[in-house]
């Protein structure tokens, strides 16, 4: 049974590679197991015998390696670790695993790894105008959708010699990411969370609705990373294809008006709550009972619907409220300005004319406000990951 947790650092052939030693030192001064996977590249700008003699193991260099364990030593190098770091990972190891390549051990490995059970985190590293291809961005999108955890290149003096962003994440960031995930605590053990997810929808006639283009994503990322952390969760969700998370107490609803009742009714039971749901904010004043027969111009009527959040931020007591801002403009003068009518703690901010955010992506770029005046900008990253961090935020504010 081993006794430590099992990193596997992966590196390409960057010059950041220099830095992957210091990041193995402190990965093993934290009280890691590291072992190293390199790329023939990589082995141009640092030695395995370098990183064996910083990690204490065996560098691994290829598939053929005769001193493998066995031949299938790319899967039982998948199967052994709790966390995979690639670090610097290059534009060209970036694509490869985008695309589902494999050509030698590390991009083999990868392929290999079960990221439910071994999460990977990414640390890019290129030249700027290289970072900012369409093509790099795109994959990083697709990569971040899947589930990879993307650590935000840093700017500064690059080895071209030119300024911009392109750095490798420095190792005591990345050592503090690790940490992060491997050292999840159960931190909302015994609390009641309450999730609202997905759109709502609001009948017109019998085949006909108003709704919007929300998926649920986000909701039921915070109600899946709600339960792991140990809480007992409420999910009020409008209507959403997506698999109901393992573990919630689930309540559908369709219409604004049957979410704010089933909110209302279960929000007494909750000590923290997370209001995701895109609710429509209006809704046909009249339900036609026959379909609306094709004609002329057709004028509707449509009346304001309950609005759930300011009704819970009005009776919220000792409840830890959050909420989110979906904008297209002035994203945080609205949220500010949310915050205060709706009496929140905490809201998350989305420009939705950024690449990577809002319905219907599988990643967020957002920013968190909180009710004291903080700021925090949080990198591309994909919703579970998102989940955790604004869940860990809450925690540490209402432990």
Not at 183 to 199: F, I, N, Q, Y
Not at 253 to 262: G, I, K, L, N, Y
Not at 265 to 281: G, H, M, N, P, W
Request: include cysteine; hydrophobic fraction near 45%.
């Amino acid at each position: 049974m081993k006794t430590k947790k099992t990193v596997l650092l992966g590196i390409t052939g960057g010059v950041a590679a220099y830095k992957a030693a210091e990041l193995a030192r402190l990965l093993v001064k934290a009280g890691f197991d590291v072992h190293t996977v390199m790329t023939p590249a990589a082995k141009e700008f640092i030695t395995p015998l370098t990183m064996k003699a910083v990690t204490g193991n065996p560098v691994f260099e290829s598939l053929f390696d005769p001193l493998h364990r066995s031949a299938t030593a790319h899967i039982d190098l998948a199967r052994d670790p709790d966390i995979a770091v690639i670090a610097p990972a290059t534009a060209n190891a970036l694509g490869k695993l985008a695309l589902g390549m494999a050509d030698d051990l590390l991009s083999t490995v990868l392929l290999a790894i079960d990221l439910a059970t071994c999460p990977v985190l990414l640390a890019p590293s290129m030249n700027t105008t290289m970072l900012m291809n369409p093509a790099v961005q795109e994959n990083i999108r697709r990569l971040a959708a899947r589930g990879y955890g993307i650590l935000e290149p840093g700017e500064g003096l690059l080895a071209c010699q030119e300024i911009g962003k392109g750095r490798m994440a420095d190792p005591l960031e990345i050592l503090a990411r690790v940490q992060a995930i491997l050292e999840r605590k159960r931190d909302l053990e015994g609390r009641v969370v309450l999730v609202t997810a997905g759109p709502t929808r609001e009948a017109l006639d019998p085949v006909r609705f108003f709704t919007n283009y929300s998926s649920g994503k986000m909701g039921y990322a915070l109600a899946r990373a709600a339960v792991e952390r140990g809480a007992r969760v409420i999910l009020v969700s409008g209507p959403s294809e997506l698999p109901l998370p393992a573990g919630v107490e689930f309540y559908p609803v369709s219409s604004a008006q049957e979410m704010h009742r089933v909110v209302m009714d279960k929000v007494l039971e909750a000590e923290i709550v997370i209001k995701a749901a895109a609710v429509c904010d209006y809704r046909p004043e009249l339900i036609q009972e026959e379909k609306i027969k094709k004609g002329g111009d057709l004028a509707l009527k449509l009346v304001r619907n309950p609005d759930i959040l300011q009704a819970i931020g009005s009776e919220k007591g000792r409840r830890f409220l959050v909420g989110f801002a979906a904008e297209t403009e002035d994203l945080l003068e609205n949220a500010v300005q949310k915050m205060e009518k709706k009496n929140l703690d905490m809201i998350v901010a989305n420009d939705l004319k950024r690449e990577g955010a809002g319905f219907a992506a599988e990643t967020n770029l957002v920013t968190l406000l909180y009710r004291d005046g903080q700021l925090e900008e949080m990198p591309l990253m994909s919703k579970y990951d998102l989940a955790h961090c604004i869940l860990e935020r809450v925690s540490a504010r209402t432990g």
